[in-house]
């Protein structure tokens, strides 16, 4: 993993003080010295370990890709605009209750509720929002509370948070849902475990999100108090092109703003990501689009990913579809533009193409791709 | 007067320990012994802030002939009664001389803020290498067995008279604890007393 | 008690009441202030035999004003302080020598700490006694303390004036032999305001201090009266040859390092000491007299060159005749004008004066003791195990963290006082003088206009609350000041010896007092107020964390927790027994990096060096389970404690 002997100050030069912490939560809960408070990471006292996991976990501190990618696929990062993938599909749940919670298609709490029925798995590290809509890490061990996990809060949760919660003798096998800088973050766990932290070998199963950014709670929730009472929205989504809005659904009506509003609130720390898919998941799952309203597009990734959704279309709760090559097509461009556009702000603020930021373990060639127009 | 001879004038004792371990009530019990034998005593403690987890030493000047100032002149101790190990070596260096007989409780206490403490044996050993005679009490260990760390500095008293480098009889001093403690706790001090002066004797 | 001729030991603050109450005073006022405290601790014990008033005053200005009254009723009266406290009264005081004292004297002792060994400064009381133009006596010994204390009230009651005793820590507190004196006849002691139309004391009936220029020319009259009643001061007192090659000018505790360090060079044959026990105003003829005998002069005092200046003004006022004379001391550079005195550091200026050589122990010794000690840690000092100040300032770091907007506290005087340090987490950004932490983050808090958005606390004791912080708080709820004022209340005035105070329920003779409410005077003054136990963590954090937020206005939170010292005195024990889960404790490896021996560095804890993990010292700890809400793996167990 990182041959690098660094720790929590490293960890605030390098990420949180440089504008690069996604809030993803890995540095928390394991380290007595680090909590998240109301959308930010606060350190409340100075630690003298020189070689420490907060940073060894952080997925904006120095990452391996390579070695991360052999670790969970067993082959090196390779140039796949969507990273290592085994079948694209779109899929939508058949469950009705599940489906009507759900954001787009249901297809991440469906297969959740499956493993756990399955007894695959016995907890579910999820987001689930509270009454003002804030979004925190939760386990769920069961379906009732899979369904109170349901919907996106398009904030940094911390989730990992958690995670890491968990007691370490704790032997129950654990799913996680996360974006991409948390499903990264597992992975470098998943390599240099924490000896404090329950065993990561029990992480049976990890379903990543596609996320295109996060918004900054702690900024972001002002600004939703002026729009409506949080304690009655009841969704929040984000419609793909021609749309260019952000709509909060409420009890009694819904709340239609214009992006470049919501664009204050985003997390600056996002325009350093180049992951938009998830890469390092069993399962990467994300919207359709607008053109395949109600379905989800699916990224199956490894066998264990792939094992889970036969199932899930053999006990008739799964749906699906062979994705449209047009749709496979606008997935990858939007894929490689985004890392094309992440390359492009971490060099200017490295002001060095060499000098990658956190990603690094990369193989000849892939990073001059990137950096091609 | 006192009839009682003092080894030299004046005498110089230092009890020297870490705030909290009751070294104030031991060097006023050592005071009031003295006066009574008929010596004058001048006795000084740190006090105040320093009690708090800090370092601790006090003073003890004899003389049969005038009051003295307390504080010891540096390299003049007689006597040093050690209630911790690093403060007794402490209390050598600023005070101890090729002369100098050492009485300590070995028994570290930890200072806060995680200042590392020396290796024990070594601090044992450069202890009894400046100074000419070093005994050894376990006056922690003894208090604890008896079921409160409280009586160590009343062990380490009894260790002090019974080693008899002082001028002072377990005659003058038992009525000082029975004019101090009442009741119950008497029986517990006195005893305790009494396994200071048997372990001197032992060690 | 009563066995005049009797020897006993007494420290010289036990040696000084005795003198006061040799004196017959009838009232006694203090406030609690090392190394002053134990003063008034042991006229208190005695008042009532003694038909003495003896109280703890909420502060030093006050009890020199409660003294003050009854000396003009005609009633003996006291006060003790430390040098801070001279301060403190300084305001009334610049009135008192204007109006005079009544027919009975009234006598202040101060006792300075150079040093600052339980002190917040390092300061010279004795410039504010030059400044008073009142008299100024310095006892060498404990014994001489009661016979000086004694004797200012004659000098008060024939100059008219309040009279200083000024004592130093090391007068204070060293115990010596004392042999007593007569206590005074049960006689009724007698208080009355002079009448207005008394035609027996038409300047007496009444204590204001104008017009000025009319008061203060008496001032300087009695002021020459003084001077020549300690021209025959038996206080003053020569040793040494007729005509010595080296006169040492020396007062106070420095008189016996003198006289030790003279002894110890064998240099008596041709070094006289003149200690001089009346230090102001200075017996002029009886020291140029001396001065006329010798040509070099060593000036040996604690602290400022006092004696020092004041003779070399006097020196000056004599020329030509003293145009021969050399004068070392701290103007030379051969004693430091800060910091104790010592046998040693006597010697050492000696040694270079006369040009000898001095060696205290054997060279080969001398070297290995050095090197040895080079191993011994230092021992910073920190709060009792138990202490319920570092659990508030746990959650106060906590809270300050997690706001991030870079708060910081006002800190003040008392325990809470290592705020500043480790053991308070380095909380304490200023630190002042009694109340000044309230004074300074009223401050703080007026400067929004400015831009300043970082969250203000300030702290305060219980006792320090009643003593200086009520104007404070005045100030800040008329002002709108936006601060949090922390009280830290342990029921105790702790830092002192747990003296009473006005929250308490008891005075200094240990009878029953009114309690004053600390919530009511709070929320009568308008601020905004809470109650939290420090010991509950979450609770408290949450408490400040909400109070911080609300941004505006006056607002305080009470920690209310009983000292931990005050618990053992009144055998209240802790509910837990403590231990470390060994095979959940992380020690130094990382997810801890002992955390609680090197963050929350109570002395109940410590590390075991074979396997690098926590312990608990059972000698220190008290079971008060703090160190388990805090350790992040959950391997600090408590357990409830069986009654022993």
């Known amino acids: 993993m990182s041959n690098y002997r660094k720790g929590a100050r490293e960890l605030f030069e390098e990420v949180i003080d440089q504008g690069l912490c996604t809030g993803c939560g890995a540095c928390v809960t394991a380290c007595p010295y680090i909590v998240a408070y109301e959308g930010r990471i606060v350190v409340l006292d100075k630690c003298t370990i020189a070689d420490g996991h907060c940073y060894k976990h952080c997925p904006r501190a120095h990452t391996n ?50 493993a756990l029925e399955e007894e695959m798995i016995d907890v579910a590290v999820c987001t689930k929002m509270d009454e003002e809509k804030i979004a925190r890490g939760y386990l769920a061990r069961s379906r009732a509370e899979l369904l109170e996990c349901a919907g996106s809060s398009y904030e940094a949760s911390f989730a990992l948070e958690a995670y890491r919660s968990i007691p370490k003798e704790n032997t129950e096998k654990v799913a996680i849902v996360g974006l991409g800088c948390q499903v990264e973050a597992l992975g470098k766990i998943k390599s240099d475990p924490a000896k404090n932290s329950a065993n990561p070998d029990n992480i049976k199963l990890t379903l990543g999100l596609f996320c295109g950014w996060a918004l900054r709670p702690d900024i972001f929730h002002p600004y939703l108090k002026e729009l409506c009472d949080p304690s009655q929205a009841v969704k929040f989504d984000i419609p ?59 990224i199956v990734r490894t066998k264990t990913g792939s094992d889970l959704v036969k199932l899930a279309k053999a006990k008739g709760i799964l749906e699906t579809q062979a994705l449209p090559g047009q749709r496979l097509a606008h997935l990858k461009t939007m894929a490689l533009k985004r890392k094309k556009t992440a390359f492009k702000n971490i060099t200017d603020k490295t002001g060095d193409k060499k000098d990658l930021l956190y990603v690094g373990g990369l193989s000849e060639g892939i990073a001059d791709k990137l950096s091609e127009g | 007067m006192s009839r009682k001879t003092l080894r030299k004038e004046p005498f110089n004792l230092i009890i020297s320990g870490v705030g909290g371990q009751g070294n104030v009530l031991l060097s006023a019990f050592v005071g009031a012994a003295l006066l009574n034998e008929g010596f004058m005593v001048s006795v000084a403690d740190t006090f105040g802030v320093s009690q708090r987890g800090g370092s601790v030493t006090s003073h003890i000047k004899i003389s049969k002939k005038t009051l003295y100032s307390s504080v010891t002149l540096d390299g003049k101790a007689d006597v040093i009664l050690g209630m911790e190990p690093v403060e007794t070596l402490r209390a050598l260096g600023e005070f101890g001389n090729p002369h100098v007989v050492v009485i300590v409780n070995p028994r570290p206490i930890y200072p806060s803020g995680g200042a590392t403490y020396p290796d024990l044996d070594k601090v044992k050993q450069a202890i009894t290498k400046l100074s000419s005679k070093t005994k050894f009490v376990n006056a922690t260990e003894e208090a604890l067995k008896m079921g409160n760390p409280i009586y160590t500095n009343i062990i380490l008293l009894g260790s002090l008279v019974g080693a008899e480098v002082l001028p002072i009889s377990k005659e003058t001093m038992i009525p000082i604890l029975e004019e101090r403690f009442p009741g119950k706790l008497l029986d517990a001090n006195i005893k305790a007393f009494g396994k200071g002066m048997e372990l001197i004797a032992n060690a | 008690m009563n066995k005049p001729g009797a020897i006993v030991l007494l420290m010289g603050n036990e040696a000084v009441a005795r003198g006061a109450i040799e004196a017959g005073i009838g009232v006694a006022a203090a406030y609690p202030g090392s190394p002053s405290s134990e003063v008034l601790t042991t006229i208190a014990g005695v008042a009532k035999q003694m038909n003495i008033h003896a109280e703890w005053s909420v502060n030093e200005k006050v009890a020199m004003e409660v003294a003050g009254g009854a000396s003009f009723a005609g009633i003996r009266s006291f006060c003790a302080m430390k040098q801070n406290g001279a301060n403190v009264a300084a305001d009334f005081l610049v009135n008192a020598n204007m109006t005079g004292v009544g027919d009975a004297g ?92 008394d035609m027996y004391n038409p300047k007496k009936s009444k204590f204001t201090s104008g017009p000025f220029p009319i008061f203060h020319k008496p001032l300087h009259e009695k002021l020459e009266k003084a001077r020549e009643i300690f021209e025959r001061s038996t206080f003053n007192q020569y040793m040494g040859p007729e005509h010595p090659e080296l006169l040492i000018i020396t007062c106070g505790a420095c008189t016996s390092y003198c006289t030790e360090a003279v002894d ?39 602290m400022d060159p006092f004696v020092e200046r004041n003779v070399m003004e006097l020196a000056a006022s004599l020329l030509p005749a003293t145009c021969d004379l050399t004068f070392y001391g701290k103007r030379s550079g051969h004693l430091a004008p800060y910091n104790e005195q010592s046998t040693n550091l006597v010697i050492d200026a000696l040694v270079d004066i006369l040009g000898t050589t001095y060696q205290a122990r054997d060279l080969s010794y001398d070297e290995e003791a050095k090197k040895a000690i080079q191993i011994v840690p230092h021992r910073p000092i920190n709060m009792c195990a138990g202490c319920p100040h570092r659990a508030t300032f746990w959650a106060v770091k906590k809270a300050l963290q997690l706001d991030g907007r870079k708060g910081f506290v006002c800190g003040d005087i008392g325990c809470y006082a290592m705020g500043f340090t480790g053991p308070g987490f380095f909380q304490s950004r200023t630190m002042h003088a009694m109340g000044s932490g309230a004074g300074v983050a009223n401050g703080l808090g007026n400067l929004r206009q400015f831009g300043f958005d970082q969250p203000v606390l300030a702290m305060t004791g219980d006792s320090t609350f009643y003593h200086a912080v009520l104007p404070a708080l005045v100030n800040g709820v008329y002002n709108n000041s936006s601060f949090i004022l922390l009280i830290l209340d342990n029921s105790a005035t702790a830092m002192t010896g747990f003296q009473p105070h006005p929250g308490t329920g008891l005075l200094a003779t240990g009878d029953p007092a009114k309690v004053v409410d600390m919530e009511a005077v709070c929320r009568a003054m308008g601020a905004d107020v809470r109650v939290c136990d420090p010991f509950d963590l979450e609770d408290t954090t949450k408490a400040l964390l909400s109070m911080i937020k609300k941004d505006g206005g006056t607002r305080v939170i009470i920690m209310r927790h009983m000292c931990q010292l005050v618990k053992a005195r009144r055998k209240i024990s802790n509910k837990y027994r403590m231990y470390v889960d060994r095979e959940r404790c992380l020690g130094d490896t990382c997810g801890c990096d002992n955390l609680c021996t090197r963050i929350l560095g109570c002395p109940g804890l410590m590390v075991d060096r074979e396997i690098s993990k926590a312990a608990i010292d059972e000698a220190l700890c008290v079971g008060c389970g703090l160190c388990a809400d805090i350790c992040p793996s959950s391997a600090i167990i408590r357990e409830e404690a069986s009654d022993e």
């Open chain 3, 264 to 302: 110890e060079l064998k240099a008596g044959e041709w070094v006289g000491i003149l200690k001089l026990g009346t230090t102001w105003p200075l017996p002029e003829k009886l020291v140029a007299k001396h001065l006329s005998t010798t040509k070099t002069v060593l000036f040996v005092e604690e």
């Open chain 1, 240 to 298: 793909h092109t021609p749309h260019y809005t952000f709509d909060v659904y409420t009890k009694s009506d819904t709340k239609s703003v214009s992006l470049d509003d919501i664009r204050p609130y985003i997390n600056p720390a996002c325009q350093y990501c180049w992951d938009m898919t998830a890469e390092f998941s069993d399962i990467s799952i994300g919207s359709a689009g607008s053109r395949f309203p109600g379905w989800n597009t699916v």
């Open chain 3, 106 to 197: 009234m006598v202040v002792f101060i006792s300075d700490d150079p040093g600052g060994m339980t002190s917040n400064n390092e300061e010279d009381s004795r410039t504010i006694t030059k400044w008073l133009d009142n008299p100024l006596l310095e006892p060498s010994s404990a014994q001489e303390a009661k016979e000086m204390i004694k004797w200012a009230y004659e000098v008060s009651e024939a100059v008219n004036l309040v009279t200083f005793v000024r004592g130093v820590t090391r007068i204070s507190y060293t115990k010596s032999n004392v042999v007593l004196g007569e206590l005074p006849e049960k006689k009724e002691k007698k208080a009355f305001f002079p009448d207005l139309w």
């Open chain 1, 65 to 114: 890709m390579n070695a991360v990618s052999e670790k969970i696929f067993g082959v090196p990062y390779g140039d796949g605009e969507v990273g290592h993938a085994l079948d694209i599909h779109m899929v939508k749940s058949k469950d009705a209750e599940i489906k009507e919670k759900g954001q787009d298609g249901g297809t991440v709490t469906t297969l959740l509720a499956l």
